[in-house]
């Protein structure tokens, strides 16, 4: 078997690709802004409640050195697509549940790659939930949207259907296979990537191979549908250093299952992954002191007095499934909180304003945000 190094010789996966990125990175000293959905829907009772806490050592470790909003407001439609695109519209979406549909009104990563002559490696999404391949734009030029978890499902579907003799086991079978996916284009299974032109959309191809066999390969490999997006959205933070970033984790909602357990072990999980992508931030020269963060889950689930949903769903539309909390951190974030009801559609004027990006929506920027 080929130590990790080999392979990635073998694939010329090193540094002829750092080699590359330095010629597309950003200018300096800007200012960068991550959402963060802590997503798939979580209630206040399980994270920011007093008995929620044990669930987010990590988070409730940041919260003093950041702004937490105690009460923000999903008010639209309860479904995971047009959460989300709300998030990232600021107005309320009202489109196909099941993200068949782009968002109905621009999205602010439009606006930023329009106004601020942004590139297209400056905007991405990485989602877990599949159905998010539309997200990142409502019909221009906006983020590069990647599903790595659907990437790796097609590899492996597409190995298993081919040619016998073709093991999921060998691995060059499965790298063979995403290479292909990722060069014929599949947009709407696992990735949508703006033209760049052609050296920078040979890279972007080589990045998300290697990131994604890493999860075969390597020590760190994850085993979540969650670790595999951060891991994800951790090389393009250091191999494109995009401005404005989506990071969707969603594993929480395997909650509609039932189990309670698995439940509390995802929302343990997503709070790890966070505190991960927060040392990110302070460790990459390019991310800190400048970076702001804002971690929302993108709606709740129901109250346990609902006999017939409790934590299963989230279609009630009570208080325990809109009524939730925003963290800011970072460059911006002023410790302290506010007890003021904010909302979801809040959050692409506030990235807007700290992008120098004109825009108008239902939601407004947060003002304790600068
Ligand atoms: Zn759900």
Known sequence: MLSKRDFFKAAGLTVASRVAAEAFQPKDGERKVIVVTFGGGVRYAETFSPEGLANIPRLAALKPRGHFYRDCRNLGVLSHFNSTASIVTGNWQRVDDFGFEA?????????????????????????????????????????????????????????????????????????????SILQEGYEGVGWTIFKAGRKLDRHVQRTLTHALMEYINGPEAPTSGDELTFFIAREVMREFSPRLLLVNFWDMDVAHWGSYSLYLQAITRTDRLVGMLWDEIEQNPRYKGRTTVLVLPELGRDGDQNAANGFLNHRSGDASCRNMWLLALGAGAAAGETERPVAHVDVAATAAGLLGVKWTSQGKALKEIA
């Not at 991405?124 to 030029?141: D, E, L, M, Q, V």
């Open 103 to 179: 968002p109905a009104s621009p999205t602010v990563f439009e606006a930023f790659r329009e106004q601020r002559a942004a590139s297209a490696m400056d905007a991405w999404a990485i989602c877990t939930n599949k159905s998010f391949s539309s997200i990142g734009s409502a019909g221009t030029p906006g983020a590069n949207v990647v599903l790595p978890k659907q990437l790796l499902i097609e590899a492996v579907k597409d190995v298993v259907r081919r040619a016998e003799g073709m093991g999921v086991a060998d691995r060059d079978n499965v790298q063979r296979r995403l290479e």
